[in-house]
C-alpha cells in the first residue's frame, strides 16, 4: 500500500514536469484535450495520483470501475489486517497507519475525498485507449476522454483468472471471499496458492461447522507470507483444512467437484467454490495502445 501510493505521487510528479508549468493554466477545447491527466483505477495509487494532480493544480479525470475507492483493498475479506507503512498523502500529510483494518482503513480514505473535494467517477471503466495528436482518447460505456497524459493505476488485480472447467458458471462459484460467516456448516473448495488463497481458507477454517479444502496446483506454496503458511500448517496438523497439493479441478457439479490429483481424480463434497487464481490485465488492450511487455517465466 505504502509502495503503491508512493509511486501514485512520483507518477504525477513526473507528468507535471514533463508537460511544464503551463499545463495546468492551459485551456481545455481547441487549445488542447479536456486534461492534463487521465488517472485509470482508484487504489492507493491512484488516490495518491489524483490528491498529486490537485496540488500541483492539473485538470485531471479520475475513473474506478468499482462502485467504491480502494481497488484490491476494496476486496479483502471483512475485518482482514492491511500491513502497510506510514505514507505522505499531497494535501492531506502523513498517513500513520501499520496494522490497519480494510474497514477503518478504506474509511480514512472516504474521509480524505471528502475533504479535499477529490473528484472521481465510480462504475466506469476503460475500454480503450488510444493516441490523437499530442495526447490520448480514453474510451468508456460513458463516452470519450481526451488528455495529454495517461496514468494506468490498475494494480495487477485485473479481471479474476477462471479455472474453465464445466460447471464454473453456477451460483455457487465466486472469485473472493468477503464473509467467511456466509459459509458456516458448509463444504468450501478454496483454488490457489498464493496468499489471498491461504487466508481465505484460514479465515473459513475458523468458522463453526465449515469443512475446506484448498486445492493448488504445484507442489508447494512457495511464494506466500510465512505466517499464513504456518497458520496452514497448523490448522492442516489439526484436521481443520484439508490440503490437496499438485491438483486441479477437473468440473464442478451439483453437490459436489472432482479433482485430478496425485492419487488419482476425487470427488469431495461442495457447497462452495472460492477461486483465487489471480487476475488477468487487459494485456491485448494496453499493446495495442503502444506499451510493450517483455514477459519473463521461471527465473
Known sequence: ?????????????????????????????????????????????????????????????????????????????????????????????????????????????????????????????????????????VTTPRGSHRGRSVLLAMGRRGTPRKLEVPGEDGSQVVYRLIDPAQYDGQAVLVVGGGDSALEAAIALAERPGTAVTLSYRSAAFSRVKARNRESLAALRAQGRVAVELESNVLAIESGRVRLSTTEGEKALRNDAVIVCAGGQLPIGLLQRAGVAFDTHRGA
Not at 34 to 39: K, M, P, R, S
Not at 71 to 87: N, W
Not at 91 to 116: A, H, I, N, S, Y
Open 1 to 137: 500500500i505504502r509502495k503503491a501510493a508512493e509511486q501514485g505521487r512520483q507518477a504525477m510528479e513526473a507528468i507535471r514536469k514533463r508537460r511544464g508549468a503551463r499545463a495546468a493554466e492551459a485551456a481545455p477545447g481547441r487549445d488542447g484535450p479536456e486534461y492534463d491527466v487521465i488517472i485509470v483505477g482508484c487504489g492507493p495509487a491512484g488516490l495518491s495520483a489524483g490528491l498529486a494532480a490537485m496540488e500541483h493544480r492539473l485538470r485531471y479525470l479520475l475513473l474506478e470501475q468499482e462502485p467504491s475507492l480502494g481497488g484490491a483493498v476494496f476486496h479483502y475479506p471483512r475485518h482482514k489486517v492491511a500491513m502497510t507503512s506510514p505514507v505522505k498523502l499531497a494535501l492531506v500529510g502523513t498517513m500513520r497507519f501499520t496494522d490497519v483494518r480494510k474497514e477503518k482503513l478504506l474509511e480514512f480514505w472516504q474521509g480524505v475525498v471528502q475533504r479535499t473535494g477529490l473528484q472521481i467517477r465510480f462504475g466506469e471503466c476503460m475500454e480503450n485507449i488510444s493516441r490523437e495528436g499530442d495526447g490520448f482518447v
